[in-house]
């Protein structure tokens, strides 16, 4: 993957199979770290999946045998001298279910790879799954940018979904706003 | 900032369009956005595609993603349901290719051709 929101975009796919009604997108960036939490209310895995799901060979899909989403990103984040950890709670038990996933980066080492155009991977992950509700925070040194389609739903009703081309250009228009707004521009494409 | 207010008057708007929409039949787009999709650059042509839907302001057209078809090795791929039309898969896919294939076949009709797994593949 050429830019670590394009992993974010594949990563954010295992959520929404899990059938999550909210998935949380965080990233928290100082000068020199960047740290990626990708946080959902699905289905979980038990301990037996949670312990091969980083292995390459391991997926949760049916028609083939290999799944690359979480494997590619841990090497993306190993390869900067960070890591990559996953927690996890199965359905079915006494704490809500759910599952974060957590990459910590190393932004000043040569294997970096950039963030890149996050905008857009938050923009097509609303316009593919326009059921489940998205909060995304990007906090910089010198500013933060947000968004909770929460808030947007409780404005929109029920009659106009959030992938309605409209919202949607709203959706790309607040957050490039915020981008711009305070300061410097992220990476874009 | 971008106010809540334009959502609501989004809202509004929408209200009047939703009989509309109804009545034509749509086309459906669909954009394969796996892991191979995504590495292969699916994202900005889904980008392209949906930028072209509003700019062009397709009414009966509707734009979803899908996994993996199983040709990962021909990604992006994008394929075009149209009544009374087979399904159309375009391989290969780039932002450049968009615009032709919404004024060809989206609006007119007729399939680009040469972008179609049939042209490619042979």
């Given at each position: 993957?050429?830019?670590?929101?394009?992993?974010?975009?594949?990563?954010?796919?295992?959520?929404?199979?899990?059938?999550?009604?909210?998935?949380?997108?965080?990233?928290?960036?100082?000068?020199?770290?960047?740290?990626?939490?990708?946080?959902?209310?699905?289905?979980?895995?038990?301990?037996?999946?949670l312990?091969?799901v980083?292995?390459?060979?391991?997926?949760?899909?049916?028609?083939?045998?290999?799944?690359?989403?979480?494997?590619?990103?841990?090497?993306?984040?190993?390869?900067?001298?960070?890591?990559?950890s996953i927690s996890s709670?199965?359905?079915?038990?006494?704490?809500?279910?759910?599952?974060?996933v957590?990459?910590?980066?190393?932004?000043?080492?040569?294997?970096?790879?950039?963030?890149?155009?996050?905008?857009?991977?938050?923009?097509?992950?609303?316009?593919?799954?326009?059921?489940?509700?998205?909060?995304?925070?990007?906090?910089?040194?010198?500013?933060?940018?947000?968004?909770?389609?929460?808030?947007?739903?409780?404005?929109?009703?029920?009659?106009?979904?959030?992938?309605?081309?409209?919202?949607?250009?709203?959706?790309?228009?607040?957050?490039?706003?915020?981008?711009?707004?305070?300061?410097?521009?992220?990476?874009?494409? | 900032?971008?106010?809540?207010?334009?959502?609501?008057?989004?809202?509004?708007?929408?209200?009047?369009?939703?009989?509309?929409?109804?009545?034509?039949?749509?086309?459906?787009?669909?954009?394969?956005?796996?892991?191979?999709?995504?590495?292969?650059?699916?994202?900005?042509?889904?980008?392209?595609?949906?930028?072209?839907?509003?700019?062009?302001?397709?009414?009966?057209?509707?734009?979803?993603?899908?996994?993996?078809?199983?040709?990962?090795?021909?990604?992006?791929?994008?394929?075009?349901?149209?009544?009374?039309?087979?399904?159309?898969?375009?391989?290969?896919?780039?932002?450049?290719?968009?615009?032709?294939?919404?004024?060809?076949?989206?609006?007119?009709?007729?399939?680009?051709?040469?972008?179609?797994?049939?042209?490619?593949?042979?």
């Amino acid at each position: 993957m050429k830019e670590l929101s394009l992993n974010i975009l594949d990563v954010a796919k295992n959520s929404v199979k899990a059938e999550a009604s909210l998935i949380e997108i965080e990233l928290i960036e100082t000068e020199k770290t960047l740290l990626i939490r990708i946080k959902d209310d699905g289905y979980g895995m038990d301990k037996e999946f949670l312990s091969r799901v980083l292995d390459p060979f391991s997926t949760s899909r049916t028609t083939r045998k290999v799944g690359l989403g979480l494997p590619l990103l841990k090497l993306a984040a190993e390869q900067t001298e960070g890591s990559l950890s996953i927690s996890s709670v199965p359905r079915g038990g006494d704490q809500p279910s759910g599952t974060t996933v957590e990459a910590f980066f190393h932004k000043d080492h040569i294997d970096f790879t950039p963030l890149g155009d996050i905008v857009s991977t938050i923009e097509l992950l609303i316009q593919g799954n326009p059921d489940i509700d998205f909060r995304f925070v990007h906090t910089m040194p010198d500013k933060e940018v947000s968004l909770d389609t929460r808030e947007l739903r409780e404005v929109l009703g029920d009659e106009v979904p959030l992938n309605d081309f409209a919202v949607l250009s709203w959706i790309r228009g607040s957050l490039e706003e915020q981008y711009e707004e305070q300061g410097s521009n992220p990476d874009m494409e | 900032m971008k106010s809540l207010e334009e959502l609501a008057q989004i809202r509004e708007r929408m209200k009047n369009k939703v009989a509309l929409r109804e009545a034509n039949g749509e086309i459906r787009i669909v954009v394969g956005m796996a892991t191979c999709g995504i590495a292969a650059g699916a994202r900005p042509v889904l980008n392209a595609l949906v930028e072209s839907v509003v700019k062009e302001d397709l009414k009966n057209v509707t734009v979803t993603q899908t996994g993996c078809i199983g040709m990962c090795r021909l990604e992006p791929i994008v394929e075009v349901f149209a009544p009374d039309q087979d399904r159309v898969t375009y391989v290969k896919m780039t932002p450049d290719k968009v615009p032709e294939i919404i004024e060809k076949h989206i609006k007119g009709g007729h399939p680009v051709t040469k972008y179609t797994i049939g042209a490619v593949e042979n």
